[in-house]
T-cell receptor, first 111, second 113 residues
Framework: NAGVTQTPKFQVLKTGQSMTLQCAQD?????MYWYRQDPGMGLRLIYY???????DKGEVPNGYNVSRLNKREFSLRLESAAPSQTSVYFC??????????FGPGTRLTVL | AQSVSQHNHHVILSEAASLELGCNYS??????LFWYVQYPGQHLQLLLK??????LVKGIKGFEAEFIKSKFSFNLRKPSVQWSDTAEYFC???????????FGKGTRLHILP
């Protein structure tokens, strides 16, 4: 039982490049989330998915897209990376308004 | 919109001191409440949670929190902190309206040995 896994752990991009952050959970959870964490800002919700096939915007969705590929996987895509997207990205999942389980995070630097 | 406020951004204490971190939320309906801890370089881990029942909940590592509905508060406490409690602490709320979990901005706790 791996919990929530994320890839990659680290990434450096140049401005304008694109990339996809992958997230998977093996706990059969319905809801999945993407957050970004910046110093002094806490965790800010980018997008979430309450179930397979549905996605909703969070607090800071601009510049990002998501795909809920199936119940297990929820990916986050940066189409044209900007320095303001330098951050640590966390994926999380929950079963039903309960405790969230977090992935280990992806540290992204955009030059 | 729902929000969570953590009033202390940075707290410095000596070992064995008592700790109380404030958390207030804005939502008039039913909520589930959480406190998470993030040790340096790690992801968030659950300390404790409140869904219903006894408003005083006990979590791991000697932490507890009290839900006061009339004050929309869920403050975290520990009677005697240790150096190993140095971390960042996040309060979070999920409402009965949707599955969005809203986090506070966090409190960075530094314990002096």
């Amino acid at each position: 039982n791996a919990g929530v896994t994320q890839t990659p752990k680290f990434q450096v991009l140049k401005t304008g490049q694109s990339m996809t952050l992958q997230c998977a959970q093996d706990m059969n959870h319905n809801s999945m989330y993407w957050y970004r964490q910046d110093p002094g800002m806490g965790l800010r919700l980018i997008y979430y998915s309450a179930s397979e096939g549905t996605t909703d915007k969070g607090e800071v969705p601009n510049g990002y897209n998501v795909s809920r590929l199936n119940k297990r996987e929820f990916s986050l895509r940066l189409e044209s990376a900007a320095p303001s997207q330098t951050s640590v990205y966390f994926c999380a999942s929950i079963r039903a308004r309960n405790e969230q389980f977090f992935g280990p995070g992806t540290r992204l630097t955009v030059l | 919109a729902q929000s969570v406020s953590q009033h202390n951004h940075h707290v410095i204490l000596s070992e064995a001191a008592s700790l109380e971190l404030g958390c207030n939320y804005s939502y008039g309906g039913t909520v589930n409440l959480f406190w998470y801890v993030q040790y340096p370089g790690q992801h968030l881990q659950l300390l404790l949670k409140y869904f219903s029942g006894d408003p005083l909940v006990k979590g791991i590592k000697g932490f507890e929190a009290e839900f006061i509905k009339s004050k929309f508060s869920f403050n975290l406490r520990k009677p005697s902190v240790q150096w190993s409690d140095t971390a960042e602490y996040f309060c979070a709320v999920i409402t009965n309206r949707d599955d969005k979990i809203i986090f506070g901005k966090g409190t960075r706790l530094h314990i002096l040995p």
